[in-house]
Structures are given as structure tokens and as C-alpha cells.
């Protein structure tokens, strides 16, 4: 292994930099990279950077279709896990021989791993679907080739030439840099060469796509049902065809068929087309965007709204067919919001709920909260404490009160993590040396433990005398589902400061250390969620946080966790409903009780606000 500084080392990183300049951005089909921050195992959506000229010090992916759905590289990755190095080299040299033979010209390069890449650049562009079925089809014939790259037209990405490998060292070229670069550049494939390799693998390219035996449907039934909370979210399979372009081939026969479907589903949802060419535009419905690449720039917009009105004339049809009855629910569980039954009225001095008195104790109990913040200062594990306190908090201010009933599964939605880590907190929390909840009530039945939210006697003197601080108390907000908890802290701390703040007040008012108030700095500062001015750094308050989340596909994950957490709890209340008629006695501990949860959230709203929405 050559030693970082040796001669040889710096030789070679030399050489991968000067081909990453010069075939980075002919190869890519957009201006865009996705830096792994975890070694190479995953390039995530938060990883996404402009492409840069100097080669990036982490691996490094660029994207394999651009953001207007089109492909301008066919990217072709021959994998040593998928049949070992044999295979490998045999699928190489038998690519080779059948490039040639129908007068295909391509790149080639290697990792140290032994697998090898071969790129082949087009001189026009081709749509997302069309690149997709070509190397799913070549991997049935080369059975090395991993089709992943061309899969996704949201997150498809592949390391090319000088890109840094996960274990040490580079991909490089297996071919001189002037010739990969005179293919890139002014000797890339034309037209007939595509449609040579086409016609020869027209066999795979049919089994690729195997139509549907049964009539389309492009609904479920389900998707009929009224929408008395107003639009929904759209089913999480629609979803994903509208991000990805992906789309069950025995159900949709063609790529028109499946943003038919998707289209339905907005209608049945209740969405506007606007909402839907919003979500196109920003690139979010990455595959929506491919689905319409094959029509020129000016024929686009006509052809949506073409789709759009067939869509709605669908539903229509479709819903008189499946009228579904809505079965009423008087039952639906409101969380309290008022003071524990436990205490006589007579006897409580406490103000009421939503009073004045109610909300300056709040304010008071959050000033006591950012002195507890400094006592955790330097621990990780605090990061998760000091988010369940900011989601009860939350919580109490929109209820108007320091009592909330709520359990574990609904604060671990609007803090991001498991509800066992939410169990543990709330124990040590109410139990330990500064104690800011109390239990106040334990829950049973259908009903949540009930916390208070005290100001401990160390922290009052301080929190009366200190100002209340301006702006709203967060949770988690979507968004930083991807971005991290860290850059959820440190962006908070830029939105509450009325003037710019240096990396060194941020890393010191949000009790970060250096190092990891700099990552989140560079991570949100790529998102433009921030910018650096002369003064210091500011939050850019034009960027949509919903947006971003919407794009990074966070909105999709929380529905996923509701609808587990709504088969839980309609689990617990079917052994409540047989241990009543039993007359068998309750356990004092239940889950608790959460609201579904069928739209996005506005611009302004956390997760907290998924759970707490209907609290009042």
C-alpha cells in the first residue's frame, strides 16, 4: 500500500485529479455529484453538491440522468459481487468485441476492487426509460452488470474515472486520458450505433418489458375513500414511480400508462395540477420529469395537461364504480389539554390552559431549558434529549398548557428516532438531577402517560430574570430526518439570531464542537438553507425546508411509520375492546394514541405537528 506524502501517492492522486477534471463533466448527464460521507457505502440525497472541478476528497458519484430526465452517458457497471472476478473479465472482453463489432466507441476504467466501469457517451440525448430497459436488458445478457445506475432518475449515480474508492485509492482509467478524452468529447456515439445495439439486444429488450395480463386499473379502490381532512398523501407505491420512474411492468405496460397512474392518484388525493408541475419543477418527481423527456420543451406542458384532464375524467368514472361508504367515529381520541382530572378544581392554583399566565410559564420553562442545554454540552447522546424536551415543549405551546398527554410512538415520530430511545429518555428525565417533566398521571387504557413540563429550583432564579426569547420552539423538522440532528441544531441556532453569527458563536450558543458545527455549516450551506455573508453566516429564508424534505424523500418514510404505528394501535385497541367484554382487568401502561396523518405538513411545521395537530 503506497504511504500517504510518498512520492508515488502523490503521483497517483495527481493523475486521478487530472482525470476527474477532464471526464467528470462529459460523463455526467447533469451538473451534479453526490459525495458518500460514510466511506462509499451510501450516497445520500444529502450528499449532493454542484460537480467541482477539483476532485473531491471523499468518493464521489455523478449523476447518470440529468434533472430534464434525459441520459447522455450509458453508464455500465460491472460489478465483482455479481459472479465474482472471472465473470468480470469475461463480460469485459466479450462488451469489448460486440462494441466493436457494431463501431461503438467507450471509456473504460477499473476500481482496485477489480470491478470496472465502461462508459458509453451519446452525441444526443435519450430518455430516462429508454437507458433504464437498455441496461436492464444488457444484464440479462452480462450478467456482471449491476442496472442500478440507470434505475433511479432522482438518486442514479456512478463513480467515474480518478473518483476516490472506499478502501484506499482511486477508479482509474484503463485506457490513456487522451483517447477517454477525445471519445468524450468530440468522437461521441451517434445515432445509428444506439440503434445497432438496440436491434441486437431486441430479445432482452422484450422480456425487459413483459406486458400485463390483466385490464389496467390505474387505482385502487382504497384511493376512493373521502377526503374530509382535505388532499392526502399519494400511496406510497405512486410515490415512488412519480421520484424514481421505476414502475411494475406486469401492471403498467408502458412508461405513459404508469404517469397515467400517478396522475390518477393526485386526482383521487385532491392535489392541483399545480401541485404536481411544482413537484416536477423542483425535480422532486425526478421520474415524472423522465416520463415527459421524450416530448420537445414545447410540447411538454401541452401533454401534462392533456394527462391531467384524462386523469380527472378517470376518477371520476372510477369513483361511481367504487362508492365507498365513510362509516362515522365519534370515538376519535382528543389529547388533553387541560390539567390532570387528579387534582380537585377547587384546590389548583395553576392558571388555566391557553391563558396568558399558561404561556409565560411556557416561555419561562423554555428559558430554563437553554440553561439545561449547557449542562450537556460535548455529549452526543444529549443531542437526543435536548430534541424530546424542545418536541414536548412544542407540543405544551400548542395545546396552551404544561401538561400534555401523549406516548412514546408519537413523541419518537416527532423526534426522528425509535420509541425505545423515547421510553429510556422519558425516564431519565423525569428522574434525574434536573428534572424540567414530572409524570404526572400514568396512562391506561386507550389513554398516554401525562407529563407536566417544572422548572427545576436550580434553574429558576435564572429563567424569571432572563428575557423570553423570540421565535418558535422546533422539534425535528422533516427535513432533518436526512440532514441529521446536528444540522437540525445548528440551523436553529442561525434562524433565532437576529444578526450573522461566526462558526465559532454558532459552535458555542448550539453546544457543538468545532468539527461538527463545520460539517453541518458545509451541509446546509450546500442546500442554500444558509449562506455566508462578510458578517457571518445567516439562514436563507426563501428556501422551502418542505421542499428539500419533500425532494429527499422524507415525507414518504413518516407516512411509512404512521401507517405501522396505526396497525399497532388498532392491535391495542382490539385487546382493550376483548379484555372489557371479558371483564378482565387493564394493564396500567398503554401505547398511545396518534392521528393519521394524510397531507404534507406546511412550511413552518415539524413532526411535532403530525402528532399534535389534532390535539386541540
Known amino acids: 500500500m ?8 502523490s503521483s ?52 447518470t440522468c440529468g434533472r430534464d430526465g434525459m441520459v447522455r452517458t450509458l453508464c455500465l457497471d460491472l460489478d465483482v459481487s455479481r459472479g465474482g472476478q472471472n465473470k468480470v473479465d469475461d463480460d469485459y472482453r466479450r462488451l469489448r468485441t460486440w462494441f466493436s463489432a457494431n463501431d461503438v466507441r467507450w471509456i473504460e476504467d477499473q476500481s482496485p476492487s477489480g470491478g470496472r466501469h465502461l462508459y458509453i457517451p451519446l452525441a444526443f440525448a435519450v430518455v430516462f426509460t429508454d437507458a433504464k430497459e437498455f441496461v436492464q436488458a444488457l444484464s440479462k445478457r452480462f450478467t456482471s452488470i449491476d442496472p442500478g445506475p440507470h434505475e433511479n432518475a432522482a438518486t442514479g449515480a456512478i463513480r467515474v474515472p480518478g473518483s476516490v474508492w472506499k478502501k484506499g485509492g482511486y477508479q482509474r482509467l484503463t485506457m490513456s486520458l487522451n483517447t477517454a478524452y477525445d471519445v468524450a468529447k468530440a468522437r461521441r456515439n451517434k445515432w445509428p450505433a444506439w440503434e445497432h445495439l438496440r436491434q441486437d439486444l431486441r430479445d432482452e429488450l422484450d422480456a425487459v418489458r413483459q406486458r400485463r395480463s390483466q385490464p389496467l386499473e390505474l387505482l385502487e379502490p382504497a384511493e376512493t375513500l373521502p377526503r374530509p381532512g382535505g388532499p392526502r398523501a399519494l400511496p406510497q407505491a405512486k410515490e415512488f414511480i412519480a421520484r424514481s420512474g421505476n414502475y411494475d411492468t406486469s401492471r403498467y405496460s408502458s412508461p405513459s400508462e404508469a404517469r397515467q397512474g400517478v396522475l390518477a392518484s393526485a386526482v383521487a388525493a385532491g392535489w392541483s395540477l399545480t401541485d404536481v408541475q411544482r413537484l416536477m419543477h423542483q425535480n422532486t418527481w425526478a421520474g415524472m420529469v423522465a416520463f415527459y423527456s421524450r416530448y420537445s420543451p414545447t410540447h411538454r406542458s401541452k401533454a401534462l395537461h392533456r394527462d391531467w384532464q384524462k386523469a380527472v375524467a378517470y376518477v ?4 361511481k364504480k367504487h362508492e365507498v361508504r ?34 409565560q410559564y411556557l416561555l419561562t420553562w423554555r428559558n430554563a431549558l437553554a440553561t439545561y442545554d449547557q449542562s450537556l454540552i460535548g455529549s452526543r447522546a444529549g443531542l437526543g434529549t435536548r430534541m424530546l424536551l424542545r418536541a414536548m415543549g412544542e407540543a405544551a405551546s400548542k395545546a396552551g398548557s404544561r401538561f400534555i398527554e401523549f406516548g412514546v410512538r408519537s413523541l419518537a415520530l416527532a423526534t426522528g428516532t425509535h420509541e425505545t430511545t423515547v421510553a429510556r429518555q422519558l425516564r431519565e428525565l423525569a428522574t434525574g438531577e434536573y428534572r424540567l417533566i414530572r409524570l404526572a398521571n400514568e396512562g ?5 402517560d401525562l407529563y407536566e413540563l417544572v422548572i427545576p429550583d436550580e434553574f429558576r432564579e435564572s429563567a424569571e430574570r432572563n428575557a423570553w426569547k423570540p421565535g418558535k420552539l422546533h422539534a425535528l423538522r422533516p427535513v432533518f430526518r436526512e440532514l441529521g440532528v446536528v444540522s437540525a441544531f445548528v440551523y436553529e441556532t442561525i434562524e433565532r439570531s437576529d444578526i450573522p453569527l ?5 459552535a458555542r450558543s448550539s453546544g457543538l464542537s468545532p468539527r461538527a458545527t463545520a460539517q453541518a455549516l458545509e451541509i446546509l450551506a450546500a442546500w442554500k438553507m444558509i449562506q455566508r455573508t462578510r458578517e457571518g453566516w445567516e439562514f436563507v429564508e426563501a428556501t422551502s425546508l418542505r ?8 415525507l414518504e418514510s413518516i407516512g411509512a411509520q404512521l401507517k405501522r404505528y396505526r396497525t399497532e394501535r388498532a392491535i391495542w385497541h382490539q385487546w382493550l375492546a376483548k379484555r372489557l367484554l371479558s371483564k ?5 401502561l398503554a401505547p398511545d394514541d396518534y392521528p393519521y396523518w394524510d397531507d404534507g405538513p406546511p412550511e413552518e411545521q415539524s413532526l411535532v405537528d403530525l402528532v399534535y395537530r389534532r390535539a386541540s
Open 2 to 9: 503506497l504511504k500517504t506524502g510518498s512520492p508515488s501517492a
Open 12 to 63: 497517483d492522486r495527481d493523475q486521478a485529479a487530472a482525470e476527474w477534471r477532464a471526464l467528470a463533466p462529459l460523463i455526467a448527464s447533469g451538473p451534479y455529484m453526490r459525495l458518500s460521507k460514510d466511506g462509499g457505502k451510501t450516497y445520500r440525497n444529502s450528499g449532493e453538491r454542484a460537480l467541482s472541478e477539483a476532485l473531491p476528497s471523499f468518493p464521489a458519484a455523478v449523476r
Open 316 to 319: 371520476q368514472s372510477f369513483t
Open 326 to 359: 365513510k362509516e362515522g367515529n365519534n370515538n376519535r381520541h382528543k389529547s388533553y389539554t387541560s390539567q390532570p382530572n387528579t387534582h380537585p378544581p377547587a384546590l389548583t392554583l395553576l392558571p388555566q390552559p391557553k391563558s396568558p399566565a399558561e404561556y
Open 444 to 448: 391506561r387504557g386507550v389513554h398516554a
Open 502 to 506: 461566526t462558526t465559532a458563536d454558532i
Open 547 to 554: 421542499a428539500l424534505a419533500e425532494r429527499f424523500g422524507v
Open 584 to 588: 378482565e382487568p387493564l394493564l396500567a
